[in-house]
């Protein structure tokens, strides 16, 4: 069985990932803060990513990394508080590419994401960044993820090191962080409408699209991107590869919850940006697609909801 290591295994997507690849691979579980859960084949070590020294315990563990470690948080941080997604994020992901290196690492992932996409009425690929017109709130954020690509293209030049850049659009499901204050919109939404109240707070209009992907699809791209890069450096978006109002997945989640609420719009509080994500490269290179609807995604991740915390 392979080994692989991967960073951030408690948060939602690192989770989810090594629910996904202990069937197939030793997994090599970091975590720092949050419990972990224990699962066959899975060995759960303590790092701080921030820490140069626990980057190189980590680094030497397997010759396959993932790093799915980030410092993030929901629509309500972008608007009030953007710095919290630079610093430290900027600094684990340096500290951990130098020991990838340092320890002759042969495949690295990093899960990017599409923050750095500016407001489009077209799907847009992966060599459509123009980054005088990244999204104001989305600044701060758009330039860590872009300056970790960077440095991961330059460890490309001067190592045997393949990289793969994963841009995922709006990743939701199980383990996701339902949190009203902190979630992202899919998971925080599904809170609000089981919490007591006839109404569901919205920021903004909800006319804003988003292009919002099911967890399992995700793990399915990573898995196949595993096998088939063939390049020593690739950047792929992983997205539906279709965009939705926000105000129409809000009301599929009432629908599909059974519970009767009003939405109520707080306009001056707008992320007001639409992200049309093309995925046509992911299907040309790696024969991938999602499977999962945004219908029968809300369901699963609704399910999950209400078995864990109702």
């Known amino acids: 069985m392979r080994n692989i290591t ?11 990932l090594v629910k996904k690849l202990r069937k197939t691979h030793k997994v090599f579980a970091i975590y720092n803060k949050k419990k972990p859960t224990k699962f066959k084949n899975v060995k759960w070590i303590k790092a701080d990513l921030t820490i140069y020294n626990d980057c190189l315990k980590v680094a030497k563990l397997t010759k396959t990394i993932i790093q799915a470690a980030a410092t993030t948080s929901g629509s309500r941080d972008i608007l009030h508080a953007p710095h919290l997604h630079v610093t430290e994020n900027a600094i684990m992901n340096s500290y951990l590419l130098r020991a990838a290196y340092e320890k002759k690492v042969r495949r690295f992932l990093f899960t990017s994401c599409t923050i750095m996409y500016h407001h489009s009425a077209k799907p847009l690929g992966e060599n459509d960044v123009i980054e005088n017109k990244i999204y104001k709130y989305y600044y701060g954020g758009a330039h860590t993820k872009l300056y970790v690509e960077k440095i991961c293209n330059f460890y490309s030049k001067i190592s045997n090191i393949k990289f793969s850049i994963i841009r995922h659009s709006n990743i939701y499901g199980p383990h996701d962080n339902f949190s009203i204050k902190n979630g992202h919109f899919i998971g925080s939404s599904i809170k609000k409408i089981f919490t007591k109240g006839s109404h569901v707070k919205l920021f903004g209009l909800g006319m804003e699209k988003r292009d919002c992907l099911y967890i399992d699809d995700f793990t399915d791209f990573v898995f196949l991107l595993l096998k088939k890069q063939k390049n ?8 539906y590869g279709r965009s939705f109002k926000i105000t129409d997945i809000l009301k599929k989640i009432l629908k599909i919850s059974k519970q009767q609420k009003k939405i109520l719009k707080l306009k001056k509080k707008s992320l007001n940006i639409n992200l049309l994500i093309s995925n046509k490269k992911a299907k040309r290179l790696l024969n991938w697609k999602p499977k999962i609807s945004i219908d029968e995604g809300l369901r699963k991740s609704i399910e999950w909801y209400k078995n864990e915390f109702i």
């Open 232 to 239: 020593k450096f690739e950047i792929f978006n992983c997205s």
């Open 6 to 16: 991967i960073c951030g295994a408690t948060g939602f997507i690192g989770l989810n």
